[in-house]
């Protein structure tokens, strides 16, 4: 089988996530029109997924949201996007990677996708987090912690 050097199942992927991001924006300008609603299900903990500590102890792995007649500010960026939902009656702000989005579904109109987390995209996101910070900041590394017992037995 021939070497696929130009990554077309990256391309389709990168698409398919522009289809939600296009989506979203046009939510965002003009709100949900008609019936459609969405369930956009994701990666909680996939790098640049910003909720609190409580939503993450009730979602470690995956979560489906949904946005149809309580949400508030939508904010879509290139990226990612941020939303406002109410879980139990408390307002939650979540900031959503598309590149951690592994569902989409619009059921007024059956239309839905389904992809797989960009692995590449959170180790990115990583590597720039972890840059981010000043080196003053930054824990002290394992061998900076060791302390030798032999410097405090008697010889």
């Known amino acids: 089988m021939a070497l696929d050097l130009l990554q077309y199942g990256k391309m389709v992927?990168?698409?398919?996530?522009?289809?939600?991001?296009?989506?979203?924006?046009?939510?965002?300008?003009?709100?949900?029109?008609?019936?459609?609603?969405?369930?956009?299900?994701?990666?909680?903990?996939?790098?640049?997924?910003?909720?609190?500590?409580?939503?993450?102890?009730?979602?470690?792995?995956d979560m489906t949201i949904v946005l149809q007649h309580q949400y508030w500010d939508l904010a879509v960026r290139e990226e990612s996007f941020d939303v406002t939902l109410s879980f139990s009656g408390v307002h939650e702000p979540l900031t959503i990677p598309f590149d951690a989005v592994t569902g989409f579904v619009d059921p007024s109109v059956k239309f839905g996708l389904q992809f797989e987390p960009d692995a590449e995209a959170a180790q990115k996101r990583r590597e720039a987090a972890t840059k981010a910070p000043p080196a003053a900041a930054k824990p002290a590394e394992a061998s900076d912690r060791v302390v030798a017992l032999d410097a405090f037995r008697k010889k």
């Open 13 to 61: 992927e990168r698409a398919m996530r522009a289809v939600v991001r296009d989506a979203l924006t046009q939510v965002n300008a003009h709100g949900l029109p008609g019936q459609h609603h969405f369930f956009i299900t994701f990666k909680t903990g996939f790098a640049g997924v910003r909720m609190s500590g409580s939503l993450r102890a009730r979602f470690p792995d």
